[in-house]
């Protein structure tokens, strides 16, 4: 039956989403977002919305602070990709995979989180990491009538892609769960193939 189930599971990749799981709802609440500068002190707000470019945003319902992405083509660009993989895994994945990361070697999750915990982004130089599935789509917001489906006000540059979770797919741990933000649908695919990531931390 495995290869049956994995061969549906390609094939979804290309389908139209409604074949996939369910999407997210609603959305994180701008009114319990407080934007972060690159030390972790919080942005003043100006008609609900942060007076300047965030680096993190803090999420005071969910107690997570997560990445922000830049558009600059240094390390947190938005437009980098990266094959999952964590050496601790039953099943690593794919280490200094064939995604397009800043420096152009180690485009993988690991070395991602490992170079982000060690610039400090906003303040803390451990404890960033992938995000769960589940804690993925708490900031997706499939309300919105237009893409990606996220709070671009707190969370600009956001690509309407895929982003990875650090989540196996239970059926075959070969794929991993990822969260399409063009809609907030979650899927899984091959840990081997680049996508879009952003990070997260708790916040103390």
């Not at 992405?69 to 895994?89: F, I, M, S």
């Not at 690593?92 to 915990?117: E, I, Y």
């Amino acid at each position: 039956m495995r290869p049956h189930v994995v061969s549906v599971l390609i094939c979804l990749s290309a389908l139209p989403l409604a074949l996939h799981a369910a999407p997210a709802s609603g959305g994180a609440d701008p009114a319990q977002l407080i934007p972060l500068d690159e030390s972790g002190s919080p942005i003043t707000l100006i008609n609900g919305l942060p007076s300047a470019t965030p680096s993190c945003i803090h999420d005071q319902v969910t107690g997570l602070i997560w990445e922000v992405k830049r558009d600059d083509d240094q390390l947190r660009d938005k437009d980098w990709t990266y094959t999952w993989h964590n050496p601790e895994a039953a099943n690593p994945g794919l280490a200094d995979g064939n995604g397009g990361c800043f420096g152009g070697s180690r485009c993988d999750t690991a070395k991602f989180v490992a170079d982000v915990n060690a610039v400090g982004l906003c303040g803390y130089h451990s404890g960033w990491r992938l995000p769960s599935r589940k804690e993925l789509v708490t900031i997706g917001h499939s309300g919105r009538f237009s893409s990606p489906q996220i709070d671009q006000g707190f969370f600009p540059n956001t690509v309407n892609g895929w982003y990875w979770s650090r989540d196996d797919w239970a059926p075959d741990n070969g794929y991993a769960w990822l969260v399409l933000f063009r809609d907030g649908y979650p899927n899984a695919d091959l840990k081997s193939k680049p996508f879009y990531i952003r990070l997260v931390h708790q916040a103390p």
